[in-house]
């Protein structure tokens, strides 16, 4: 488990919030580009298309949306983007 500054915690928290208000139907249904890696919030929760931690990936993070067996997905956090199923960002948290 990395070490997240008190600033780093606030913006995860913030894009959490923001990504969870803007509910899961919407997500799915909105999300259609996929999340540029120059993208202002991707680059603050450190996100990349190809996650280099072990056993940490976007397909086995709680906020990730849409159907498993799809490449692109919609995410929580980047609301109307679409994350890669192998990517990692730092709000990862083990889904169910």
């Known amino acids: 488990m990395s070490n997240i500054d008190r600033r780093g915690f606030l913006k995860i928290s913030g894009a959490t919030l923001i990504g969870l208000t803007t509910g899961g139907i919407s997500l799915r249904a909105g999300a259609q580009e996929k999340l540029s890696l120059d993208n202002p919030s991707a680059k603050a929760l450190q996100y990349v298309h190809e996650s280099t931690k072990d056993g940490q990936d976007c397909s086995n993070c709680m906020h990730i949306q849409g159907e498993a067996d799809k490449d692109w997905r919609p ?12 990517g990692w960002c730092a709000a990862w948290a083990k889904g169910g």
């Not at 995410?75 to 192998?86: I, R, S």
């Open 75 to 86: 995410c929580a956090l980047f609301p109307n983007k679409l994350v890669a199923n192998k």
